[in-house]
């Protein structure tokens, strides 16, 4: 198990410094590609909706059918009988 560790470390070493000598040799386009993401990614953050959030906290949780208010036990999700 160990081995297959270490050599599955050595291949992820092997790709990243591959991919490393590429990104020290092509320096324009990898600084022109970044300063395109962060761009892009301010320009999404401004022009998604924000309503997939909730304005405010209901303070319920809800999770496959369950509804529990926030503070209660979790004996009264329990059914008896």
């Not at 270490?6 to 591959?18: G, P």
């Not at 320096?27 to 909706?49: D, E, K, Q, S």
């Amino acid at each position: 198990m160990s081995k297959a560790v270490e050599r599955f470390f050595d291949w992820l070493v092997a790709v990243y410094d591959r991919g490393l000598v590429v990104a020290l040799r092509y320096r324009g386009i990898t600084l022109t590609i970044m300063i395109l993401t962060v761009c892009l990614t301010i320009a999404l953050f401004v022009w998604i909706p924000k309503g997939f959030f909730p304005q405010k906290d209901t303070g319920l949780i809800r999770r496959a059918g369950t509804r529990k208010s926030i503070g209660g036990s979790a004996k009264g999700l329990i059914r008896k009988g």
